[in-house]
């Protein structure tokens, strides 16, 4: 591999496992395309989580309490390595995909008391629950004043909520895209949000990495993430599409640009020592070849040898 292929070889990079890839696998529950990690298997919204995660590191160096709601695996192993001081994995049913969790618990009953959590993740869950507005309420409660949550569902700004949830089986797949989906939310989800008290911006990962590191990170450009705290008394809690990211988050963003950036040098710097490393075996294959011709044009050349030589060169020729 010269130099010049191993720039154009390492094109993507893993946030989550910070490895370089040569691109991502098909994933997902319908299976799409550039979907999974073929390093660690993360999905898309697990690998810009990964990047919101490490640009709220220095904050979460600091946090008391950090609670999951049915976690990923990967927001374990990361929250794990920044050892904020509890971390409490809580899902209502852990056995239904083999979830490991600390608690078993839903999110419209948190076993935590008011004002008691700095982070709450909240992914992919809302849209599970029928009585989603009492979850908003509980994350609001729980939270403490500056504490965030991180939300993600699958939602379609360009519609109104779809939800119904006493529809049959093969309808909620149809509409709602899982069969143990209750809703498929539009605009209102934010109305809701704030309704339950919830403040906040709606954050595409293009915002924050803008489109080189989108593609390089192979996450989905407008994938949203909310991002919420608890509206201070005395203000109307509003929530929808950031004009600009926080800046908190773009903290740690530099950083992960660097990595990136310094996993494709190392790899530059890598594969140009190969190359030295085989120009090098080549020259001395060449001399060895080289000194190997002239002994044996010495030999062969000498008087004597070529006069002993003489009958069976005569022989040959018959
Ligand atoms: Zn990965």
Redesign the pocket.
């Known amino acids: 591999m010269s130099p010049a292929d191993a720039v154009t070889h390492i094109q993507h990079f893993?946030p989550?496992?910070h490895?370089p890839?040569d691109g991502f696998r098909p994933g997902g529950v319908r299976s799409r395309p550039n979907a999974r990690?073929p390093?660690?298997?993360?999905l898309e919204r697990h690998?810009f989580l990964a990047v919101l995660l490490d640009g709220l590191g220095p904050t979460l160096a600091h946090a008391a309490t950090v609670v999951d709601i049915a976690p990923s695996r990967y927001t374990t192993a990361q929250l794990d390595q920044l050892r904020v001081g509890r971390y409490v994995r809580v899902d209502l049913d852990p056995d239904a995909d083999g979830r490991a969790v600390d608690v078993r618990g839903s999110v419209t009953h948190l076993p935590f008391a008011s004002d008691a959590v700095d982070l709450l993740l909240c992914y992919h869950v809302l849209e599970h629950v029928p009585d989603d507005r009492a979850a908003m309420r509980e994350i609001a409660r729980v939270l403490r004043p500056g504490g965030r949550a991180l939300v993600q569902v699958p939602f379609r700004a360009s519609r109104a909520t779809d939800e119904e949830p006493d529809a049959p089986e093969e309808e909620r797949i149809a509409r709602f895209g899982q069969a143990d989906h209750v809703r498929l939310y539009g605009v209102d989800f934010e109305t809701r949000l704030a309704e339950a008290g919830l403040s906040g911006p709606r954050i595409h990962p293009v915002d924050v990495l803008g489109e080189e590191l989108v593609a390089a990170t192979g996450v989905k450009a407008a994938e949203p993430v909310w991002v919420l705290r608890r509206a201070p008394h005395g203000e109307a809690p509003t929530v929808g599409r950031a004009a600009a990211p926080p800046n908190h988050l773009l903290r740690g963003l530099h950083d992960l640009a660097l990595a990136a950036r310094s996993d494709r040098d190392a790899e530059l710097r890598e594969a140009a020592a190969e190359l030295d490393r085989v120009k090098t075996e080549r020259d001395r294959v060449k001399a060895e070849r080289d000194r190997w011709r002239a002994r044996h044009e010495r030999i062969t050349g000498h008087p004597l040898v070529r006069f002993a030589a003489a009958p069976y060169r005569w022989l040959q020729r018959r």
Request: positive net charge; hydrophobic residues 20%; proline residues 0%.
């Open positions: 893993c989550t496992c490895r890839v990690c390093s660690c298997g993360a690998r």
